[in-house]
């Protein structure tokens, strides 16, 4: 494995041009990077805010949080320092919020936003990566051995499968008024793999989590280079979603574009043929594919 | 691939309408919103590239038992927007407000009849939705019993009313996952207990005895579509 960032990019769209409650940053050192995609809980921060150009707390939110993650990244300081820069910048959001802006109830937080988000630490000998979450943003693993969910989600539902249809409610996000936890995990990273960092715009519109793992492999072993597949990817998420999305990729191990479709190939041909057969019972065929995709899962 | 797969929404919507002498400077425009309502609603949601299968809306009418007897509760079945336009025009076009005796009403009994509505629970997606207006505090239940008109089977307290919503532990009458209530009401006793206590809620709290002047109609279906 060659250590070291392969590419890092980002694929987003708004559906309403101005509206859009996603956000995203990335960036990259020579020896960290980062990917993160935020996504602004339209229904609990749908409330207006005069002085933040009558834009809802949930598109004021993504952006500040973004804002604040990208000032920790800059900072140098290690990943568990991360959440008090987000909280800093609710704190600034809720100094100059005016007052009217309040909602309650269970649902109603004061600039509410979700946080999926890949950081890592490169040297010669290895590459540490950090997940930093919250809310039913996602943050996964694509390699040779097929997609992998890495965050769990703060919902309150079964599966990955099961939230397609049921639309569980979030029980953890970023907000200004109540308590949350930024969920964070570290590990060393021993083969080459693909990160996204991805808001429910890129994978909640799909029938199945085999389907999105199937757009983002299709289209990557297709593409003729880098931005054929960044244009693919965005092609095919706009063609079947009905949010905001924020799809962030880092890539880290591969010496080039080539490889790093080749390492999948294989992969694309077992998807094909176990999982994506015409007419099949999604829920059927899930039972089976979530042993692998959920393995990093606690 | 999944091209030509689209997710699909069943929504079920419960107006309940505080129908009282104070709420005569806003009738007209909530009675207009609400039959603007199938449009903005289904524009706000295609601009979002979502689409709705089916559009269900039913209104429940409220004053108070006490003071005004037969005219206190008026209860529709679910209307079938576009295809029952008409007949729901006519209904919320003889709205009118008036009555209401004291300044609490009977929110209560309004929001209890709207959780036992005969819910649709087929559809990819499902949205259970309750949207109540009103300027006024609530009675406690059962506050006007004593009415010959008051209905049988009503929750007893607040308490009853909350398991019949449902919680973590109590599944209650509605799907635990589509269910919303969406409070235009002040911030006063019992909405203020809901909106602390009750989960899937969102509440707007509007100036008590001042109507709901204070809520831009643009942001209320914006909320009502981000929580579809």
Request: glycine share 8%.
């Amino acid at each position: 494995m060659k250590h070291g960032l392969s590419c890092l990019f980002v694929v987003a769209e708004e559906m309403v041009a101005g509206h859009g409650e996603d956000s995203y940053y990335y960036a990259a050192t020579e020896n960290r990077f980062i990917a993160a995609a935020f996504d602004g809980c339209g229904g609990s921060g749908s409330k207006k805010y005069e002085n933040y150009s009558k834009q809802t707390g949930a598109y004021v939110a993504s952006r500040a949080v973004s804002g604040g993650v990208k000032t920790w990244f800059d900072s140098g300081k290690k990943e568990n320092e991360m959440q008090s820069y987000v909280q800093a910048s609710l704190d600034v959001l809720q100094k100059y919020a005016d007052a009217g802006g309040r909602v309650f109830g269970s649902l109603g937080k004061a600039f509410p936003t979700t946080a999926a988000i890949v950081s890592g630490n490169i040297s010669k000998r290895n590459t540490e990566i950090t997940l930093s979450w919250a809310g039913d943003s996602r943050c996964y693993l694509l390699n040779a051995n097929g997609l992998h969910q890495l965050t769990s989600d703060d919902l309150d539902d079964e599966d990955a499968m099961s939230n397609l249809y049921n639309d569980g409610i979030m029980t953890n996000v970023i907000n200004a008024s109540t308590p949350f936890t930024l969920h964070q995990l570290s590990f060393r990273l021993n083969e080459p793999g693909i990160f996204i960092a991805a808001t429910d715009g890129c994978f909640g519109y799909l029938k199945s989590p085999m389907e999105f793992e199937n757009l983002l492999v299709d289209s990557l072993v297709r593409a003729e280079n880098l931005q054929s597949w960044k244009k693919d990817l965005n092609d095919r998420i706009h063609a079947v979603t009905g949010d905001d999305y924020t799809l962030t990729v880092a890539a880290i191990g591969y010496a080039s574009f080539l490889e790093m479709q080749r390492s999948l190939l294989a992969r694309h041909k077992i998807l094909n043929q176990q999982y994506l057969i015409p007419d099949y019972d999604a829920n059927v065929l899930w039972q089976q594919y979530k042993q692998e995709y959920s393995r990093y899962l606690g | 691939m999944g091209s030509n797969y689209k997710l699909t929404y069943n929504v079920d919507m419960v107006f309940c309408i505080d129908c009282t002498g104070s709420m005569d400077n806003i009738i007209e425009i909530v009675k207009t919103n609400a039959l603007n309502f199938y449009n903005d609603v289904t524009n706000t949601m295609a601009a979002k590239n979502k689409h709705i299968t089916q559009l269900r809306v039913r209104v429940v009418a409220f004053r108070d038992y006490v003071a005004d007897g037969a005219d206190a509760m008026m209860v529709t079945d679910f209307f079938r927007l576009p295809q029952d336009a008409a007949t729901f025009e006519k209904c919320v076009r003889s709205l009118r407000a008036d009555g209401g005796g004291d300044d609490p009403e009977d929110g209560l009994e309004a929001l209890a009849y709207a959780i036992k509505s005969k819910w649709d629970t087929e559809g990819m997606k499902r949205r259970q939705v309750i949207v109540v207006w009103t300027d006024a505090a609530t009675h406690p239940l059962g506050f006007g019993m004593n009415s010959g008109f008051y209905p049988k089977g009503m929750a007893r307290d607040i308490r009853e009313l909350s398991s019949w919503w449902g919680n973590a532990q109590e599944k209650g009458l509605m799907d635990r996952n589509a269910k919303r209530l969406l409070l235009f009401a002040p911030d006063a006793p019992d909405w203020n207990v809901i909106s602390r206590n009750w989960d899937n809620v969102l509440h707007f709290p509007s100036e008590a005895g001042n109507g709901l002047q204070n809520l831009d109609y643009e942001e209320i279906i914006n909320v009502i579509a981000n929580s579809l």
